[in-house]
């Protein structure tokens, strides 16, 4: 689990917007810390979005947006307050993939499987796929005698499965930390 942490956002004059997550969903904390936000001297109003886990502050503009932090992080139990432009630490705990994904992958890998072993080796599933397409495509310029546009999304598609494909490698990387496997 990421450890509490505290950020502000936002700040102009007079208006102060803090975020954390450890008000997400958590009505008590909200409630905790919209009552201490509002003793502050020169604080006027406090609004608390606990679905968002922001924390907006109506105040005086010699209010300290430090000042505002100090107290929210006191309230969330020492919170860390994030330095200005500093990214929010993310949860090292990644939820594996569902398990729908997992038997989806697993079903494909034995139909994969089972292409290569009734063809030697000749083909797998993804040969029989591309051919498959590339047959119907060929079949409805055929029989239309067209060559019709593709549609925006196919076109979409293609460009999405380009770029995962001919930069494998980087996303590879990134999927592992920025460290190679």
């Given at each position: ?8 956002s ?5 208006r102060?917007?803090?975020r ?11 409630e905790?810390?919209?009552?201490a936000?509002?003793?502050i ?8 979005r ?13 209010v ?29 705990e990644?939820p594996?993939?569902?398990?729908l994904?997992?038997k ?7 139909i ?11 083909a ?7 051919l ?18 593709p ?9 999405f499965r ?8 980087e ?8 460290s190679?496997?």
């Amino acid at each position: 689990m990421t450890p509490a942490w505290i950020a502000c956002s936002h700040h102009i004059a007079e208006r102060t917007r803090l975020r954390s997550p450890s008000l997400r969903k958590d009505t008590a904390a909200c409630e905790r810390i919209a009552d201490a936000l509002a003793a502050i001297a020169g604080v006027h109003e406090v609004r608390v979005r606990p679905y968002t886990g922001s924390v907006l502050v109506l105040h005086d503009s010699d209010v300290a947006p430090a000042a505002l932090l100090a107290e929210a992080s006191r309230v969330l139990g020492g919170a860390r307050i994030l330095a200005p432009d500093e990214p929010p630490p993310l949860d090292p705990e990644i939820p594996a993939f569902s398990m729908l994904a997992r038997k989806v992958v697993a079903a494909v890998r034995d139909i994969d499987k089972d292409v290569r072993r009734a063809t030697d080796g000749t083909a797998d599933l993804g040969t029989l796929a591309t051919l498959g397409l590339v047959g119907a495509g060929a079949l409805e310029v055929a029989t239309t005698g067209q060559l019709p546009l593709p549609p925006w999304f196919n076109l979409a598609w293609w460009g999405f499965r380009t770029f995962m494909t001919t930069e494998q490698e980087e996303i590879r990387h990134e999927c592992n930390g920025g460290s190679d496997p």
